[in-house]
């Protein structure tokens, strides 16, 4: 069932924007996001006047004092004086609670056309007062001292996987089990990365460096090494969700069906080795889009650490639970393969300004399904899903979009 037969209408993305990701020292917070939402309403054909409500996903830009950041987007034009502009946050997935609060305004029709836009600038800060930030998004966290920030629960993630699968991973290729297949998943990235204009990384570093401990690949947070992990990024994006696309759009792309879950906290109530709201975030997007898993081409997923990949085959149902490595072991994941998945480069190499990630996973999806992806575009891509998530799979989004 399409969103036309269940709302009565359809959601469109008809612009977007995507600044580069990466340190972008003669950047603003405010100059960023002024370049991508003008670039959206450009490519979208409308005029400002015509944007209707602003969402801004930004999670804490390093903890600086930024008040207001919901109104920056009205510098771009005087046009936009008066529209209703509000800042979303739910942690790493700030920018897919923007999207689909966009998505909700369109559909309950207090708005037409809705200006979605993430934005975070990290890098100004230094690495203990963002890591300390990050660590903002896990309350039990905050304030303590952590000299591994969010690397140190992802890592835990990884040791209570390994302890529970381990010995099912071991395979031709991959005998050192888990640190292997992460190594794989961060090379794959790597490798993707480099196709991507965008990305803060262009460093094909392959499966040898990404597999083994070294003064230029240090572990952070056992079992994760520096090539497990995202860097740390600034960066923005933006589209215009409409009922109906302009004349003067550039290309257009159809919202099939979308899935939001959050889960308990504090984390002691689940098993670590399973992200289960992610799992209904995937059910909920999946089911309303009427399709199943193999009716995806590719899928852009939240790839925060490489261990998170890995758990996200198996909650998207690639693969049952614990047997994830499959996916890369047997190259379904690869650009070539069954669903490739990632090739922006993910967050691993494209980059992971938190709250532009989730923006930026919708902006690259449709480009891959109006043809408009240059080095990255796969071949045949009619539909594809984002998936989004915030701490330590807590808050979950996922969008399923098509061509049309
Ligand atoms: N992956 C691969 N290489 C990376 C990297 C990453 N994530 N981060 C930095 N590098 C490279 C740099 O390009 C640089 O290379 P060079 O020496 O050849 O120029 C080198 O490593 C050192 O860079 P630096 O910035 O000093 O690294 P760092 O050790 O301070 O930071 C991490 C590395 C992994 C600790 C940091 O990127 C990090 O904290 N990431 C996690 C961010 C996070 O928690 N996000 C939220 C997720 S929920």
Known sequence: ???QDQFGKDILLTGWGHSKFGKLTDETLESLIVQVAGEAISNSGLDPKDVDEIYLGQFNSGMQPLGFTSSLALQLSTELANVPATRTENACASG???FQQGVKAVLAGTARNVLVIGAEKMTDAGADVVGAALLGASYEMAGKASSTG?????????KHYEKRYGSSIARPGFEAGLGDVLGSIAAKNHRNGMDNPYAQMHRDFGEEFCRTISDKNPMVAEPLRRTDCSPVSDGAAAVVLSTQATGGATATVRLAGFGHANDFFPA???DPTEFAATRASWERALGMAG???DGLDFAEVHDCFTIAELIMYEAMGLTPRGEGSRAIQEGWVYKDGKLPINVSG?????????GATGVSQHVIAAMQLTGTAGDMQLPNARRGAVQN???VGIANYVS???AL
């Open 96 to 98: 897919s609670a923007a």
């Open 389 to 391: 998530m915030g701490g």
């Open 346 to 354: 993910g967050l691993k190499a494209k980059g992971h300004p938190v």
């Open 1 to 3: 069932m399409s969103l």
């Open 400 to 402: 399923v979009l098509e």
């Open 291 to 293: 399709v199943g898993i």
């Open 268 to 270: 002691e109530k689940r």
């Open 150 to 158: 969010f690397t140190g629960l992802f890592a835990e993630v990884a």
